[in-house]
Structures are given as structure tokens and as C-alpha cells.
């Protein structure tokens, strides 16, 4: 059973700033695309940021500029670190990891209060 653990997240205020992790496998690590997506109450699951074992990064519009994803290699490791929060950045947020197989985080909450 490969598992994805997260860590991070949390309540901040509108402006503040958050990072959560995500460690995987280091079996699967070196060979997937790591993101992040999110999901807000009431709406359906969206890709925030991703970036392939080589370093190409995807950003979603709705955070390019204020949100900076990066892996350490070493540690298996991905993070994101989010900038500049708006209350509409609140929701769970799930760590993902896509290969050949698809691998999901159970989701840590990100709160923003304006």
C-alpha cells in the first residue's frame, strides 16, 4: 500500500502564508509527477501545482505568482509553499503523485479567514 503523507496546512489569515509537504516513496518518487490539488466545499477537485521528476512545473492560473511548489529529491519530498493567501484558497488540499499508477494524500486542510 503506498501512502502519500502530508503535513502542513492549517488557519491563516488573508495575506499570510502556509506550506505543506507531501513525502512519498522514494521507489515511486523519482519517476512521477508530483502536484497538489484542491477541493473547496460544493466544487469539484482542482490541480494547484505539479512538477515533473525533471523539474517542469505547472501552475494553476488562480495561484501563479503567490504559490511555489518544489521537491527535494533527497527526502522524497514535495512541498508547496503558499504566499499572499486569499479566503478562496480555503480547501482540503491532497497531495498526488502520477505514474503509472495514481497515488492520493488523505488531504490537510487550508483555512484562510479574511
Known amino acids: 500500500q503506498v501512502q502519500l503523507v502530508e503535513s502542513g496546512g492549517g488557519l491563516v489569515q488573508a495575506g499570510g502564508s502556509l506550506r505543506v509537504s507531501c513525502a512519498a516513496p522514494?521507489?515511486?518518487?523519482?519517476?512521477?509527477?508530483m502536484g497538489w490539488y484542491r477541493q473547496a466545499p460544493g466544487k469539484q477537485r482542482e490541480m494547484v501545482a505539479s512538477i515533473t521528476s525533471g523539474g517542469n512545473i505547472n501552475y494553476a492560473d488562480s495561484v501563479e505568482g503567490r504559490f511555489t511548489i518544489s521537491r527535494d529529491n533527497a527526502k522524497s519530498t514535495v512541498h508547496l509553499q503558499m504566499d499572499s493567501l486569499k479566503p478562496e484558497d480555503t480547501a482540503v488540499y491532497y497531495c498526488n503523485s502520477r505514474g503509472f499508477v495514481t497515488y492520493w494524500g488523505q488531504g490537510t486542510q487550508v483555512t484562510v479567514s479574511s
Open positions: 522514494s521507489l515511486i518518487f523519482s519517476r512521477t509527477i
